[in-house]
């Protein structure tokens, strides 16, 4: 079983930067594909950003493609999602997501329903 907490949300206006931090309980963090998903206000949850479980392959939603970064840190049990340059339509509640893939560790994942383990959620907010 993994347990996922998000933090790092909040209110900033366009232009601005926040650090999304996404901490794992459990011993198997490192073997664990991670993604982060946003769902917006009367919209379906999108996939925004995923990560292999060595860290050495990412993924990007287009919408955010050269503006936010994902990364981790398998010794703090820590997923990242640096958020940069954000507009007023990144305003969502951002969720964190994690499946254990022992056999690969190149695999990284963009639906929903190829992940088990859910946070959440944090809300950012950007003002215009």
């Known amino acids: 079983q993994v347990q996922l907490v998000e933090s790092g949300g909040g209110l900033v206006q366009a232009g601005g930067s926040l650090r999304l931090s996404c901490a794992a309980s459990?011993?198997?963090?490192?073997?664990?594909?991670m993604g982060w998903f946003r769902q917006a206000p009367g919209k379906e949850r999108e996939f925004v950003a995923a990560i292999s479980r060595s860290g050495g392959s990412t993924y990007y939603a287009d919408s955010v493609k050269g503006r936010f970064t994902i990364s981790r840190d398998n010794a703090k049990n820590t997923v990242y999602l640096q958020m940069n340059s954000l507009k007023p339509e990144d305003t969502a509640v951002h969720y964190c997501a994690g499946v254990v893939r022992t056999y690969c560790s190149v695999c990284l994942y963009y639906r929903m329903g190829e992940y088990d383990y859910w946070g959440q959620g944090t809300q950012v907010t950007v003002s215009s």
């Open positions: 459990g011993r198997t963090f490192s073997s664990a594909a």
